[in-house]
Antibody
Framework: QVQLVQSGAEVKKPGASVKVSCKAS????????ISWVRQAPGQGLEWMGW????????NYAQKLQGRVTMTTDTSTSTAYMELRSLRSDDTAVYYC???????????WGQGTMVTVSS | DIQMTQSPSSLSASVGDRVTITCRAS??????LNWYQQKPGKAPKLLIY???SLQSGVPSRFSGSGSGTDFTLTISSLQPEDFATYYC???????FGGGTKVEIK
């Protein structure tokens, strides 16, 4: 079946970097884009950015420009999100999601908890 | 950036009630509006896309309407499994609304 499976929970110190993976299966990876969305504890959903799995084009939320990089590896149908210079307010569950033609996110990963703490 | 404002932020309702949640965009987004349901500890689930199209597998008691700046998600008869938080999202800049938590009265 169509699914996105993310890497496991991470604990990082302030100033460090984290890289979360999102492995796709059950569909043609290069036919869809992948967006990343995060959710701080008890808070709403925040869109972080998007990457085309077809050509690698990216579009990042202005708030995260310069700290986030999204990449894909088409040989393994995997998307990656790296966030640098981590701060305590980056503590959140990070989701990857497949973006369909309508612009909606129809398939979601299970989420990866990233905790930033000294 | 286009901002999305949802109301109410929370509501209490009983099983069988008709529930309406609204979402307003800061400028016209045509019909580029999606609705999601999220239960605690779970990833969001797409319910409605393009303002009024029901995602495959979603019960028909869920419906969406609106265009331009004002949109509505309606649950025609609230079921026990519908108690959750609902988010709208516009497809231009991908921003989400603040969410509406639907609780049991």
């Amino acid at each position: 079946q169509v699914q996105l499976v993310q890497s496991g929970a991470e604990v990082k110190k302030p100033g460090a970097s984290v890289k979360v993976s999102c492995k796709a299966s059950g569909y043609t990876f290069t036919s869809y884009g992948i967006s990343w969305v995060r959710q701080a504890p008890g808070q709403g959903l925040e869109w972080m950015g998007w990457i085309s799995a077809y050509n690698g084009n990216t579009n990042y939320a202005q708030k995260l420009q310069g700290r986030v990089t999204m990449t894909t590896d088409t040989s393994t149908s995997t998307a990656y999100m790296e966030l640098r210079s981590l701060r305590s307010d980056d503590t959140a569950v990070y989701y990857c999601a497949r973006e369909c033609r309508s612009g909606a996110f129809d398939i979601w990963g299970q989420g990866t908890m990233v905790t930033v703490s000294s | 950036d286009i901002q999305m404002t949802q109301s109410p932020s929370s509501l209490s309702a009983s099983v069988g009630d008709r529930v309406t949640i609204t979402c307003r965009a800061s400028q016209s987004i045509s019909s580029y509006l999606n609705w999601y349901q999220q239960k605690p500890g779970k990833a969001p689930k797409l319910l409605i896309y393009a303002a009024s199209s029901l995602q495959s597998g979603v019960p028909s008691r869920f419906s969406g309407s609106g265009s331009g700046t004002d949109f509505t998600l309606t649950i025609s008869s609230l079921q026990p499994e519908d108690f959750a938080t609902y988010y709208c999202q516009q497809s231009y800049s991908k921003f989400f609304g603040g969410g509406t938590k639907v609780e049991i009265k």
